[in-house]
């Protein structure tokens, strides 16, 4: 039986907790600077939202902003506008080494500098900026995001089949 508010827990949803409280403890806060408060945009993974991020974050002064689940496709400036060129910088750099020697063949020793390539090309400042931009976070443009956005999902256009009882999330047939 499973109740509002309480969930259980794998071995493997403690390690992604912990995981996400150590990256924002161990990365984002030595990489942000002193200025307060400032802004984080997450989307809403589970290993996101845990106690001791949150408790992080309000000691910190770091307004936590979890985007929707299932929308960051839309909202996710990363998504918008560096994940993509990212992956086509990579598949270039990947591709012309290849062609290069036939010999070539990308491994550990060679993944690194593919990697540095794509990612020299495509993170960049322009590219960070427009993705705010293209998802309306800023400058602030509520009306970026199209109406279909908020639709449904498809699951919920099914008919419910009334020789299924639901009970708690399992079906009894």
């Given at each position: 039986m499973?109740?509002?508010g309480?969930?259980g ?5 403690l390690?992604?907790?912990?995981l996400g ?8 806060l030595r ?5 307060r ?6 989307d809403?993974?589970?290993?996101h939202e845990?106690?001791?991020l949150i408790?992080e974050?309000?000691?910190?002064n ?8 299932h929308?960051?496709?839309h909202?996710?400036?990363l998504d ?6 990212f ?5 270039k750099?990947?591709s012309?080494f290849?062609?290069?020697d036939?010999?070539h063949i ?17 993170v960049?400042p322009?590219?960070i900026?427009?993705g705010f ?5 800023w400058p ?15 699951a ?5 089949s009334s ?9 009894s047939?």
């Amino acid at each position: 039986m499973h109740h509002k508010g309480q969930c259980g827990r794998t071995k493997s949803a403690l390690v992604c907790d912990i995981l996400g409280t150590l990256w924002f403890k161990d990365v984002f806060l030595r990489n942000i600077g002193p200025k307060r408060p400032q802004l984080l945009i997450m989307d809403s993974h589970g290993s996101h939202e845990v106690l001791g991020l949150i408790e992080e974050a309000v000691k910190e002064n770091i307004i936590l902003l979890a985007l929707p689940p299932h929308t960051s496709h839309h909202l996710q400036p990363l998504d918008k506008s560096v994940f993509g060129p990212f992956a086509k910088a990579y598949d270039k750099a990947c591709s012309q080494f290849m062609s290069e020697d036939p010999n070539h063949i990308v491994n550990k020793a060679t993944w690194p500098r593919l990697f540095k390539s794509a990612w020299e090309t495509s993170v960049t400042p322009q590219n960070i900026i427009s993705g705010f931009r293209a998802t309306g976070i800023w400058p602030l443009n509520p009306k970026i995001i199209p109406e279909s956005a908020y639709s449904p999902a498809e699951a919920f256009e099914v008919p419910f089949s009334s020789t299924c009882d639901v009970t708690f999330g399992r079906s009894s047939q």
